[in-house]
């Protein structure tokens, strides 16, 4: 679209006229989205229609301000680092990090506990964030992680923070206009703290997307296995229903391919049923580059 002259400098007036901390927020782009978002929320909240899968992500979009996201993982992240520091009879206190908002109790330990059941190691740690929007828990984490990392292994800046999104990192989201926000503001993050540099592949997928494959096509995958085209159907209906495959009341089922639950047996059949998947990624990816052509 080209816009007329006059209305061009009419927008790059508005522009202008913009604090320049507007464009360097951390999450800026994912306010940009939700206010692009307001006409689709408002427009499904006045129709009075039962809300679905195309309508959840505009209505139920709110992205997180930024010193409830730094709350949440200083208690959290932050406790977690503070216990074990204290039980070595070190400070939590780390190189190039500030914990503004970390509470502790009248006698030293963190106020939100000391999470004794995570791993001993930040190496071991995973950070999930199952409705991620545009990565705002994953952007604050990244500098946490890579502190926390080059402490304990002695790592560089560079080689700390390849890994902390190569191990440490993990997001899913419904919208996939949001999801490249979010791989594109985590790249980001890490680009501010390296430099760039080619990065691995995030761990960031948008469970939202539909199986682009008829039921017939996708039980194929089974061969005649009849426990996994089960299991494969029960994966199938939710997507269609625009939910993505891994619907919480859908995935409690996958441990159940016919064989009663049993541990050894639902390993085996879901390690089939991942083949069955890869297959059907890699067919997927083909038949989008002959699409492009």
């Known amino acids: 679209m080209v816009l007329p002259p006059e209305s061009r400098q009419e927008l790059e007036e508005l522009l202008d006229a913009l604090p320049s901390a507007i464009f360097t927020a951390a999450d800026s782009l994912g306010w940009t989205y939700q206010f692009w978002q307001a006409d689709a929320k408002e427009a499904v909240n006045a129709s ?10 505009p209505v139920t979009q709110l992205f997180t301000e930024d010193y409830m996201v730094l709350f949440l993982l200083h208690n959290t ?27 502790f109790r009248e006698d030293g330990t963190p106020a939100a506990g000391a999470y004794d059941g995570w791993p001993r190691a930040a190496k071991d740690i995973t950070v999930l964030d199952p ?36 191990d440490n990192l993990y ?27 080619q990065l691995p592949a995030l761990n960031l997928a948008c469970s939202g997307l539909g ?8 039980l194929a995958l089974a061969g005649d296995n009849q426990a996994l085209r089960t299991g494969m159907a029960r994966l199938f209906e939710p ?3 625009g939910t993505g495959a891994g619907e919480p009341d859908e995935s409690r089922h996958v441990g159940h391919f016919g064989d009663g639950g049993q ?5 085996r059949h879901l390690a089939i049923s991942r083949q069955c998947l890869e297959r059907a990624l890699a067919s997927e990816s083909v038949m989008r580059r002959r699409r492009s052509w």
């Open 77 to 103: 992240l932050g406790a977690w680092w503070a216990a074990k520091c204290s039980a070595a009879g070190k400070t939590h206190e780390i190189a190039g990090y500030h914990w503004t908002y970390l509470r």
């Open 263 to 267: 541990r050894d047996s639902s390993k």
């Open 239 to 241: 997507s269609q229903a």
């Open 48 to 57: 009075g229609v039962k809300i679905g899968a195309d309508e959840l992500p």
């Open 171 to 197: 997001g899913l989201e419904l919208d996939a206009r949001c999801t490249q926000i979010a791989a594109f503001n985590l790249a980001l993050a890490a680009w501010k703290m390296v430099g760039y540099c």
């Open 211 to 218: 199986i682009n494959a008829r039921k017939e096509e996708w």
């Open 131 to 166: 409705c991620m929007g545009s990565g705002h828990f994953l952007v604050f984490a990244l500098p946490i992680l890579v502190a926390f990392r080059m402490e304990e292994e002695r790592l560089s800046r560079e080689a700390a923070v390849q890994a902390v999104l190569r």
